[in-house]
């Protein structure tokens, strides 16, 4: 980022012909727009709800603000699934393709809207037939299909909160936020595709079944005709559930702030936090956004490669686009499957026009080379986006002049799974882009950056990341644990919202984020918490002690490096770290392996016996410890870490 955070950066005014399509034109009316929302961000908020929500009920109060509980659109009934499907079945989005989807060998499918409404009907009257009712809690545990959009839509459709997990993690993760939901459902399949490879969902969902008793129905969608075993009373079928419901499944009335979903994401402790999302606010927000920041168009094919399980796929595949009424595209698979070029083989099959992915997507296709973007046609794309990390200046040029051909405005956009919904990002006709900064805060987004006391530093300093007002998508709590709620982000600086991101704002009031600041690592756009890789490997019998921190990726962003303390008498060997690695992908997930783990024979600690974090991660930054190193107990262990090397993936 040192490339070139500031004012002076080099910046891309948005392109003449975007801007003149563009819903907001200009510099001077997104500034309008943002000052009118910051002088009243409730009565802001509350007109677009009344503007582009369908209430079954309208509200009677815009906002309640109890500090830090927050209510939006107070007294109003409303449905989720009802504002993405049933509102678009009266015009000519009836027959418009909703969900595009594609397999990884080129199986394709299109459910239009009326088509995925009534898939979203019958399965939400299955759910009905096995007794689940609103506030039960329901698992989602699936490849990317469109039956798992039909499951999250069939839940918000009887207000049955979801859960999605991301079917890349293990047996043991999906049972610990089974058990931390207290669900009584999971919905499955038999088996996903990755690489050619099959991941067998059914049987990771049997494994942690087998320590759940509270679960009274696993249904699984046959996508793969994988042998699976299906335990008798417990295991449905889907096609089997599905035969004879009926269609007809009028949306329930439900309180604008009715859980929507809870989704797990990485904290700074061991144990993954259940971030809470209520109905209306979070459906506002990511329908705004999808008109701010994609400019959505009626013709538009969107593309948003996220998976499912993770909040850019509910906010930005789901959620988002069909409130909008737009066609999202799905893709289950791997991007260089059969060869680099898929991303770029479906943007020209199916037109797309509004592409989104991650700078870690980005950076390996710059390392793949430009042979393989240029032999596709890309001239239907419009608009680029980004999210999940920072973007350094380079993969941003490339994304542009490659990918964009100079054409296409990119929106670098900054939120979170607490946010719900894009909070920093260029409105694309109006606000110039900077490479690397995620520009100027939304409408009725109030951001700043500040020192621990909450004081504005200086332009051009760097500082914590907050947002003072409260927002209609903001998470409203951490399921069964208010109390983490408070502590996690709204009691490190007073009376603010805690982002955990460092950040600077430059003297054109540019925000340009910098990377976490807490023990949180984003490896390739995967938040991953240290505390959890840290207590995975210590449940491993050879384990007595770990300590992981992030180091400078080039293509991920950050790499795991887990420095490891065996117990006594265990042998160091290559053996041994690779059955480590091995082993936190049991026990989390693939994507959590560590890049490198570091057998070592103790481990830098403090006179109170606290592990010195700061310094190892600046001896896989750096190589070599320079910073404050006299509160350590025993310098000897530093000087021994610094001689081992790990050898890299
Ligand atoms: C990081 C993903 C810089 C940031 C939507 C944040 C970003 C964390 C950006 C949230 C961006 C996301 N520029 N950093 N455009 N987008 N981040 O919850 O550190 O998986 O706090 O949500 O990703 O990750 P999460």
Known sequence: MAESAGAAAETFAPPAAFAAAARVKNRKEYDELYRAAAANPAEFWAELARRELHWLQPFTQAREWNYPFVKWFLGGKINASDNCLDRHLTGPRKNKAAIIWEGENFEQRILTYQDLYRRVAKFANVLKAQGYKAGDRAI??????????????????????????????????????????????????????????????????????????????????????????????????????????????????????????????????????????????????????????????????????????????????????????????????????????????????????????????????????????????????????????????????????????????????????????????????????????????????????????????????????????????MFRTLYNDAERYRENYWAKVPNVYFTGDAARRDADGYYWVLGRVDDVINVSGHRLSTMEVESALVRHAAVAEAAAVGRPHDLKGQALVVFTVCKGGVPKSPELVEELRAWVGQEIGGFARPDEIRLVDALPKTRSGKIMRRLLRELVTADKVSGDTTTLEDYSVLLELAKTKGDEE
């Open 140 to 473: 989602i545990y699936m490849p990317m299909v469109p039956e798992a959009a039909v499951a999250m839509l069939a839940c918000a459709r009887i207000g049955v909160i979801h859960s999605v997990v991301f079917a890349g993690f293990s047996a043991e993760a999906l049972k610990t936020r089974i058990d931390d939901l207290g669900a009584t459902l999971v919905i499955t399949a038999d088996a996903a595709q990755r690489r050619g490879r099959e991941i067998p969902l059914k049987r990771n969902v049997d494994a942690a079944l087998a320590e759940c008793p509270a679960v009274r129905k696993c249904i699984v969608y046959r996508h793969k005709n994988a042998g699976i075993e299906m335990k008798p009373e417990r295991d449905a079928w889907w096609e089997d559930l599905m035969f004879g419901a009926s269609e007809v499944c009028p949306p329930e009335p439900l309180d604008s702030e009715h859980p929507l979903y809870v989704l797990y994401t990485s904290g700074t402790t061991g144990k993954p936090k259940g971030v809470v999302h209520a109905t209306a606010g979070y459906l506002l927000e990511t329908l705004m956004t999808m008109q701010w920041v994609f400019d959505i168009r009626e013709d538009d094919t969107y593309w948003c490669t996220a998976d499912i399980g993770w909040v850019t796929g509910h906010s930005y595949i789901v959620y988002g686009p069909l409130a909008a009424g737009a066609t999202t595209l799905m893709y289950e698979g791997a991007p260089d499957w059969p060869e680099p070029d898929r991303f770029w083989r479906l943007i020209e099959k199916y037109r797309v026009n509004v592409f989104y992915t991650s700078p870690t997507a980005i950076r390996s296709f710059i390392r793949q080379g430009d042979k393989w973007p240029k032999r596709r046609d890309l001239s239907s794309l419009r608009l680029l986006g980004s999210v999940g990390e920072p973007i350094n200046p380079a993969a941003w040029r490339w994304y542009n002049q490659v990918i964009g051909q100079n054409r296409c405005p990119i929106v670098d956009t900054w939120w979170q799974t607490e946010t719900g919904a894009i909070m920093i990002s260029p409105m694309p006709g109006a606000v110039a882009a900077k490479p690397g900064s995620a520009t100027l805060p939304l409408p009725g987004i109030i951001p700043d950056v500040v020192d621990l006391k909450g004081e504005p530093v200086a332009a051009g300093q760097q500082g914590y990341l907050i947002i003072r007002q409260p927002w209609p998508a």
